[in-house]
């Protein structure tokens, strides 16, 4: 069956079923569009794997019943029916769960998708967090939208005592020169807007493209050399062996503070570049490589299991 056949039978079949929004409540979600969504949805569908993050850290998981395909954490959540990529997912699919709250985010081009669904009476919330406060501002939202008001508060609270944790660890400390890269194909990095550059700036460092108003913005080599940082976080590198391959990429600027000082770091993507519950993990790890004389003590927070990779000699 088509999807020009299948979507006006599966909206007639969830109208048999009283999905009409009678007793919904009227929401704004993070971009701004009202959502009517019924009291404690039983049956939610998340299009990015920070949503799904979220979710099941608010102890939702019973409720999921889709994800993105991207969705990997925790291990839980790849036993989930899949409904597709954030940026592209299938509107038949999704229909099939017959959810009754859909859970988005603003990356990406969602507006079609936001809008078909809008017109089957299918509550799509939209996320669009941009720094890490605005991460635990998400989580008391979706707490606040599912019903999981207590797990939102605690899950807020511990997030909240970390980072200050981080940021008392740092004060005071001067600030190196830091540059984050992305990817190598092209060289891109985080600019302002980007909740990396929140991060570096939390964790007591200096954003070296902080100038910069794109958030992934291209750079060329000249402008790291230029920019001299003295740490470089690498988080983009899909390889077997990351540390071997980036430390033989970078050994050929010795002229790069960072790679002469040994002070090249690969940390984990999904604790740096996912705005999820687990991003102060990725503050953590990145105040433990920018700052490492603040974890000295080995009974200091944060000092244990760190999640970066020092590319040194061995």
Wanted: with cysteine.
């Amino acid at each position: 069956m088509g999807e020009k056949t299948l979507i006006p039978f599966l909206f007639l079949t969830l109208q048999l079923l009283g999905w009409t929004g009678v007793g919904a409540e009227t929401w704004i979600d993070e971009v701004g569009r009202k959502v009517e969504v019924r009291p404690q949805p039983m049956r939610i569908v998340s299009l990015a794997p920070n949503i799904t993050e979220i979710l099941f850290a608010l102890d939702l998981a019973d409720r999921v019943v889709g994800v993105s395909s991207y969705c990997n954490y925790p291990p839980e959540a790849m036993k989930k029916e899949k409904v597709g990529g954030y940026i592209s997912p299938s509107l038949e699919k999704i229909l099939s769960l017959k959810p009754d709250l859909v859970i988005g985010t603003a990356d990406g081009d969602l507006k079609p998708f936001v809008h078909k669904m809008a017109a089957l009476g299918i509550p799509v919330y939209i996320v669009n967090p941009t720094h890490i406060e605005e991460v635990v501002r998400s989580i008391v939202h979706i707490g606040q939208l599912t019903s999981a008001v207590p797990s939102a508060n605690r899950l807020r609270a511990s997030m909240e005592r970390r980072m200050q944790r981080v940021q008392e660890a740092v004060k005071g400390r001067p600030r190196p020169r830091v540059l984050h890269v992305l990817s190598f194909e092209p060289l891109m990095s985080s600019g302002k807007g980007s909740w990396v550059h929140d991060l570096i700036e939390r964790s007591g460092g200096q954003n070296v493209i902080e100038g910069r108003k794109d958030r992934h913005p291209r750079i060329s080599m000249e402008e790291v050399i230029r920019k001299d940082p003295q740490v470089i976080l690498l988080t983009g590198m899909v390889l077997k062996d990351p540390l071997a391959e980036q430390r033989k990429w970078w050994e050929r600027w010795k002229e790069i503070s960072a790679v002469r000082m040994g002070r090249v770091y690969h940390l984990e993507p999904d604790l740096i570049l996912r705005p999820s519950p687990r991003i102060v993990e990725g503050l953590e790890a990145m105040a433990r490589v920018i700052h490492p004389e603040a974890y000295e003590n080995p009974g200091a927070e944060g000092s244990r299991g760190t999640q970066g990779s020092v590319m040194r000699d061995q």
